[in-house]
């Protein structure tokens, strides 16, 4: 059975910093597509970041370029996501997700854990 777990959300304020977690099991941590993604009230889940299986190029949406960064640690079956400069719009839950066959960072993803919920305040 496919798991992915998240942890490290929370509330911080404008300027500061965040690492999510994602523990993955039950399925070859290398092979699959993974990343994260977010939605904020009343808009659509987007694709943030994700380390894509085909060649492991990692993909960054240009409103976090430069201020987060994904890694992964394979001995672990964990990715992460570490958020720096936090801007009060980065507000939302965000989600790890793995898809074995996706090449690009989509909400298509099959796989998804439960959220994790991160406000940044003003």
């Known amino acids: 059975e496919v798991q992915l777990v998240e942890s490290g959300g929370g509330l911080v304020q404008a300027g500061g910093s965040l690492r999510l977690s994602c523990a993955a099991s039950?399925?070859?941590?290398?092979?699959?597509?993974i990343g994260w993604f977010r939605q904020a009230p009343g808009k659509e889940r987007e694709g943030v970041s994700c380390?894509?299986?085909?060649?492991?190029?990692?993909y960054y949406s240009d409103s976090v370029q430069g201020r987060f960064t994904i890694s992964s640690d394979m001995t672990k079956n964990k990715v992460y996501l570490q958020m720096n400069n936090l801007k009060p719009e980065d507000t939302a839950v965000y989600y790890c997700?793995?898809?074995?066959?996706?090449?690009?960072?989509?909400?298509?993803?099959?796989?998804w854990g439960q959220g994790t919920q991160v406000t940044v305040s003003f």
């Open positions: 997700a793995a898809d074995q066959w996706s090449t690009t960072c989509s909400v298509n993803y099959d796989y």
């Open positions: 380390i894509l299986s085909s060649d492991g190029k990692i």
């Open positions: 039950g399925f070859p941590f290398d092979d699959y597509a």
